[in-house]
């Protein structure tokens, strides 16, 4: 059973996020974004944007971060890690560094994390400002 899951599980999540795209990129000049409930669509989006974005920053080191550094051609200072052990531990921002100057976590991740939770909440504001606007239209109130 729990392997039945692993299988089909993945791929359903998967599904979901194509028909997002997809719904997402055919609602826009479709001008379905007039309605409250297509704004979901984009927030799928962005989550599974969100969630690989992070998923490359959170795992950016490997198993083993010294024997990644020396792949990198960075010095390993285990001093330092000594006093910083909580930061490659943090949801956010992301760090797993090797020295006080390098960083294994990509540069765009932590950015692109910003970026995408302020267009999630900018899908949620105009889900209701659009569900507002068009119960003023039915109502007919200006």
Known sequence: MSALVAIVLPLLVLGLFALSVW???????????RRPGWWVFPAVVLVGVGCVTWFV???AGGLDVGEEC???GVRYDDDYRAEHWREPSQWFP?????????????????PTLV?????LVGCVVAAVVVAVAGRRERVGRP
């Open 57 to 59: 920053g959170a795992f």
């Open 70 to 72: 020396a792949r990198r």
């Open 115 to 119: 970026v995408v939770a302020v267009l």
């Open 23 to 33: 719904k997402t990129v055919r609602g826009v000049p479709g001008r379905r974004w």
């Open 94 to 110: 992301l760090h797993n560094r090797c020295n006080a100057d390098y960083d294994l976590v990509p540069a765009f991740v932590n």
